[in-house]
Nanobody
Framework: QVQLVESGGGSVQPGGSLRLSCVVS????????MSWYRQVPGKQRELVAT???????NYADSVKGRFTISRNNAMVAVYLQMNSLKPEDTAVYYC???????????????WGKGTLVTVSS
């Protein structure tokens, strides 16, 4: 069983910073990419940032220049450094990995339970 556990959410004032962490555990053969998504009640979940197994990154336009995604070398943990936070960044942030559990298994998406980030004065 694959588990993703997020941490680091909380409340911060506009302009502040937070660092989210996500640790992946369980039986995994290979990880294609790891991502952070966020969701506000009543809206669709949106992609925030992605990092691939070779280190390529991609960001939503709304967070470019403010957020940085990184990973550890073993690709079993992913981080999201969030700077210059705005009230519109308030959301539940979800960790996602696209991974295969064996050499013969297809890549699948696995999700964490989410961590709440609140940006408010």
């Amino acid at each position: 069983q694959v588990q993703l556990v997020e941490s680091g959410g909380g409340s911060v004032q506009p302009g502040g910073s937070l660092r989210l962490s996500c640790v992946v555990s369980g039986s995994i053969f290979s990880i294609n990419a790891m991502s952070w998504y966020r969701q506000v009640p009543g809206k669709q979940r949106e992609l925030v940032a992605t990092i691939t197994s070779v280190g390529a990154t991609n960001y939503a336009d709304s967070v470019k220049g403010r957020f940085t995604i990184s990973r550890n070398n073993a690709m079993v943990a992913v981080y999201l450094q969030m700077n210059s936070l705005k009230p519109e960044d308030t959301a539940v942030y979800y960790c996602n990995t696209n991974a295969a559990r064996s050499a013969y298994a297809p890549n699948m998406d696995y999700w964490g339970k989410g961590t709440l980030v609140t940006v408010s004065s």
